[in-house]
């Protein structure tokens, strides 16, 4: 069962780094070049039809998306690690329990 809980901790933390990474990549294109995504994304959906266009003003809307995956990704990445602790003293609790009885069992003689 260790081995599920393991594994599932290191695929949150995998997932959890590329959410941060994106969130962040996604801040910093959208500080360097704000006008210009914008810009080639409503001449993007202009030419596929579409009915909607995101006005100029819409980048902060833009940074708020970028920040909640950026958080998103700490918070997964965070629960991540915590299962693998929990792992770990789980598949650590039997051997820990042996050594401190075995204490107890020389002190008491």
Known sequence: MYIFVRFTGYVLVVFGVIA?????????VLVIQ??????NLNNYLLSSGAKS???????PYFALMAMMVFVSGLLTAAFGQLMLVFADIG???RET????RSLRNKLQN
């Open 20 to 28: 941060i990474v994106a969130g962040f990549g996604s801040a910093v």
């Open 34 to 39: 704000g006008a210009t995504l914008i810009t």
């Open 53 to 59: 266009i995101y006005p100029q003003d819409f980048t």
């Open 91 to 93: 598949s650590n609790s």
């Open 97 to 100: 329990n042996i050594i401190l």
